[in-house]
């Protein structure tokens, strides 16, 4: 009796907690990576190589990734996956089954009110902090859409927001950041763990793909493919001006996993409706990932084709409680990222509210100050053949008249050594330029080994840039 009481007592409890249990901070967990696809297949159509090329100027990139997780501040969309796996579950409150914890998830869309967003304020942002092109979260795999689709009814235009004036996030977003030269991209999520053409309730959801055998109910996956393609053609048909970049991910939904959401019909439609539209199917080798998106990870050695680090603030969305990483060591990652061929994007999750956090801010803009002084190291530049000696980092102009050498602190790296040393890259007539200052600075041969001697008055707590040419 005394025992049943007590059980009882626990369950009581347990409820009790469910409307104030604590949610997990960032520190508490890591997802999982994507890797790079391990190969790549150039496309064939000009305009889309023609904007390759013009996305590959510009080097470094923001995403944005916003939805109903914001709200509670909590990791997006997996931890509504039903897969046993220890970064989703213990990311997940404790106190609901797996059921109710999906239907409390899904409830944000009851409470999800930014009242704050304001677009130019976010792109005047991200203009000072130096990027040059966006990426925009207009679905995550939650299903919940920042745009206002005809698709469905689950979307920010039917919350307490639908009602503002800037309801139709996604579309001003754009509107912002094409007003400031940005290239426009957007995020879209293949799989939709909300529609019932993916995850069909008469079935129980193990894991993130589709949870009905697709052979035995091939109706319903033409219907939710049917839905796949009338989203995109909202997103492309020019409602929402032009767009440059589709940013697909959920790579499972792809033929080689028996989810053939038929890729050459969207890109062909969508392609119709953006020409030159890069599509990036990331993970999905072939025709549609124009380029390859490694998540949060930097390849080994330098690549000649078109690629792009990924690379998150803290977690993609905001999170509550979390630990940004450092403006220096995102600094060291965008020059490495360059100097290997990529590009970088940088994640950046803004607050339920609308905002960005100051400590964002902070990161974004002290990244932008340095490239104020040292862009020209890294805007438009190519890959030079010999890239890296140490933390010295290099690139070159796309005339091949000009090198230019990094200096990227690491984490750890208490300042710049006042005497910056290389092999090779022999700059002519020993002639080397400090971006930051357009000034001069002694440099000195030892055969092929380069000695570059830092002024007094240089401040070395931050990495450093110079230029040359070559001999």
């Not at 979260?137 to 299903?143: I, N, P, R």
């Not at 070159?396 to 006042?418: H, I, R, T």
């Amino acid at each position: 009796m005394i025992l049943s009481e007590m059980r009882n007592t626990i369950k009581c409890l347990a409820l009790g907690l469910a409307l104030t249990a604590s949610i997990p901070t960032f520190g508490q967990y890591e997802g999982m990576r994507h890797k790079r696809s391990d190969g790549y297949v150039w496309p064939t159509d000009s305009l889309v190589l023609k904007k390759l090329d013009q996305w590959k100027d510009l080097k470094y990139g923001v995403i944005f990734h916003w939805g109903l997780y914001s709200v509670p501040g909590i990791m997006e969309s997996w931890v509504l996956c039903g897969e046993d796996l220890d970064w989703i579950e213990n990311a997940r409150r404790k106190d609901l089954n797996y059921e109710d914890y999906k239907r409390w998830y899904w409830s944000h869309k009851d409470s999800i009110n930014p009242v704050k967003f304001d677009p130019d304020k976010w792109a005047d942002l991200m203009a000072k902090g130096g990027m040059k092109y966006m990426v925009f979260t207009t679905k995550h795999h939650e299903g919940f859409c920042m745009f206002d689709t005809k698709q469905t009814d689950f979307s920010i235009m039917n919350s307490p927001f639908g009602k503002d004036p800037r309801a139709n996030v996604t579309k001003h977003v754009f509107d912002a950041f094409r007003k400031k030269g940005f290239m426009i991209g957007a995020y879209f999520s293949k799989p939709d763990w909300h529609s019932e053409y993916y995850w069909w309730p008469f079935y129980p959801t193990k894991d993130r793909n589709v949870n009905y055998n697709i052979a035995r109910h091939p109706d319903r996956w033409e219907k939710f493919c049917q839905f796949t393609y009338n989203q995109i053609n909202e997103l492309t048909n020019g409602d929402y001006g032009n767009v440059d970049i589709l940013w697909l991910d959920g790579g499972q939904v792809a033929p080689g996993n028996n989810q053939d959401i038929h890729m050459d019909k969207i890109a062909a439609m969508a392609r119709k409706n953006q020409p030159g539209l890069i599509v990036v199917d990331r993970t999905v080798k072939g025709e549609f990932e124009n380029y390859q998106t490694p998540e949060g990870e930097v390849p080994a050695t330098q690549l000649d084709i078109p690629w792009e680090t990924c690379y998150s603030l803290y977690g993609w969305g905001w999170r509550k409680g979390a630990t940004l990483k450092s403006s220096k060591k995102v600094l060291a990652v965008l020059i490495e990222v360059v100097a290997k061929g990529g590009n970088f994007l940088l994640g950046v999750g803004p607050k339920p509210d609308g905002t960005i956090e100051e400590q964002a801010v902070d990161r974004v803009t002290t990244i932008g100050k340095w490239l104020d002084k040292n862009g020209e190291a890294i805007y438009a530049t190519v890959n030079a053949r010999k890239y890296n000696d140490g933390n010295v980092w290099f690139t070159q102009s796309k005339d091949g008249k000009k090198m230019y050498a990094m200096y990227a602190l690491k984490e750890d790296d208490p300042e710049v050594p006042a005497v910056i040393e290389w092999t090779g890259n022999i700059p002519a007539g020993k002639k080397v330029t400090l971006l930051s200052t357009g000034k001069r600075v002694k440099c000195e041969m030892d055969g092929d080994r380069v000695k570059v001697y830092l002024p007094k008055h240089v401040d070395r707590t931050e990495s450093l840039a110079f230029s040359f040419g070559i001999k």
